[in-house]
T-cell receptor
Framework: ETGVTQTPRHLVMGMTNKKSLKCEQH?????MYWYKQSAKKPLELMFV???????ENNSVPSRFSPECPNSSHLFLHLHTLQPEDSALYLC???????????????FGPGTRLTVL | SQQGEEDPQALSIQEGENATMNCSYK?????LQWYRQNSGRGLVHLIL?????REKHSGRLRVTLDTSKKSSSLLITASRAADTASYFC???????????FGRGTSLIVHP
């Protein structure tokens, strides 16, 4: 266990559904990340939150909406997704977003999302 | 944009052999990290090497860094079937704390 949990582990949804992914970290970290991992593609950074403030939005379509109510929780709200959005969505945390410090990331197990 | 590139893309060896994976990157870095991912799971941090370090060890893992060549290698000695996984390098470009991941090397260790 890495100290980062994600729910649900698997999700199947239609294109008109609205669902949310949840991530929780028990490590006292201040930076949290959403990544998308598709087959045969590099890990894609989606969003970064540092001390609850969004610091990165990597040109992600608006059908993905992140929310970070506190430093321990991160959500990814999904609506009107497309089949090409099917992927493994990974959450990660790190002590803080600071380029002067080592930035080891701790990942959750991921949510396997299938969009029909 | 992708910073690190692992080589080879896939590696298949017998248990007990050593496995070597390489990572090349493009710009100056603060540090380089190696991660492991079992199929369909999250990534697990293995080792971090700073730009002023040349070699680092952790158990059966040995990581080297050559900043002049902008490359790193991960050596797993006396491999086991349980080492079967994908291995990723991640680099942070100077001025950014966010690591960028490569496509990974898929390692299969046959028992």
């Amino acid at each position: 266990e890495t100290g980062v949990t994600q729910t649900p582990r698997h999700l199947v949804m239609g294109m008109t559904n609205k669902k949310s992914l949840k991530c929780e970290q028990h490590l006292g970290h201040n930076a949290m990340y959403w990544y998308k991992q598709s087959a045969k593609k590099p890990l894609e950074l989606m969003f970064v939150y540092n001390f609850k403030e969004q610091t990165e939005n990597n040109s992600v379509p608006s059908r993905f909406s992140p929310e970070c109510p506190n430093s321990s929780h991160l959500f990814l709200h999904l609506h009107t997704l497309q089949p090409e959005d099917s992927a493994l969505y990974l959450c990660a945390s790190s002590p803080q977003g600071d380029r002067l410090r080592d930035n080891e990331q701790f990942f959750g197990p991921g949510t396997r999302l299938t969009v029909l | 944009s992708q910073q690190g590139e692992e080589d080879p893309q896939a590696l298949s060896i017998q248990e007990g052999e050593n496995a070597t994976m390489n990572c090349s990157y493009k710009t100056s870095i603060n540090n380089l990290q190696w991660y492991r991912q079992n199929s369909g799971r999250g990534l697990v941090h293995l080792i971090l090497i700073r730009s002023n370090e040349r070699e680092k060890h952790s158990g059966r893992l040995r990581v080297t860094l050559d900043t002049s060549k902008k490359s790193s290698s991960l050596l797993i000695t006396a491999s086991r079937a349980a080492d079967t996984a994908s291995y990723f390098c991640a680099t942070d470009q100077r001025g950014s704390y966010i690591p960028t991941f490569g496509r990974g090397t898929s390692l299969i260790v046959h028992p």
